[in-house]
């Protein structure tokens, strides 16, 4: 399989590679005039770019025409979880953007465990665990990772700018396959997983409020770590985005 690069520099049948990515390709991966690879615009549009030129910090393509990512789901799903501890927040971002998520939104709320530091510094290298699960699964858009969210208050002030909103609650809820059912024209969808601490009844009743739709997961308690990437992949598959 060829390998995959996300580059700005293309259009009218040209395209350019630079920085770590032509490094990578050139020196690496031996690139060499004439090898393909497939090139992404990271607005969902691969084109199959064959190398014209190597040059230091520098690798030149030719291209097709662009065509759309098979690699995209038809539904656009922002993640907001709970900030975890001990980096477990690193592996849920990586797993769900093989998953097919959008755009992850870390936050604080009043039961994490965690406490905010050095979170500038954090997001450059979660959103670099982000390209390379993206690039490693075939994704044809680049995931964002999102600043933490000091609060749940302002977690649910985000709530309208989703078709459906799914607060994923420990004390249960309506069922996820009911909800999908009720509204299959829904495309953009928020789902909201806690911390270690879970979710005080008091930001439970903030979610249902802001209109967010109360779920559970079944009659088993998950981890932090294992919520997120569960209603991730049940979402996908109810929407028939696994299939």
């Not at 539904?75 to 900030?83: A, D, F, K, N, S």
């Not at 959008?102 to 936050?107: A, E, I, L």
Request: hydrophobic fraction near 40%; glycine fraction near 10%.
């Amino acid at each position: 399989m060829p390998h995959r690069y996300f580059t700005t520099e293309i259009g009218s049948g040209r395209a350019a590679l630079t920085g770590p990515d032509a490094h990578h390709l050139a020196d690496v991966m031996r690139g060499r005039v004439g090898d393909t690879v497939i090139l992404c615009d990271a607005n969902a549009v691969e084109y199959t770019g064959t190398i014209t030129s190597v040059q230091p910090g520098r690798v030149e393509f030719s291209v097709s025409e662009g065509y759309p990512s098979a690699a995209e789901p038809d539904v656009e799903v922002t993640l907001y979880v709970g900030y975890p501890k001990q980096g477990k927040l690193e592996d849920i971002i990586r797993h769900s953007v093989e998953l097919g998520v959008h755009r992850v939104v870390p936050f604080f709320s009043r039961y994490c465990v965690a406490a905010p530091k050095k979170e500038e510094a954090k997001r450059e290298r979660y959103a670099r665990i982000a390209v390379e699960a993206a690039k490693q699964c075939g994704r044809g858009i680049l995931p964002e990772v999102s600043l933490p969210l000091p609060d749940f208050a302002a977690v649910c002030g985000e709530g309208k700018d989703y078709d459906l909103t799914l607060f994923f609650y420990e004390c249960g809820g309506s069922p996820l396959r009911t909800l999908l059912t009720q509204d299959k024209g829904v495309r953009r969808i928020a789902l909201i997983t806690g911390s270690e601490g879970g979710f005080s009844p008091e930001e439970a009743e903030l979610a249902a409020r802001a209109g967010a739709k109360t779920v559970g997961l079944g009659p088993r308690i998950l981890r932090c770590e294992t919520a997120p990437l569960a209603a991730l992949a049940a979402v996908m598959t109810l929407t028939g985005n696994l299939e």
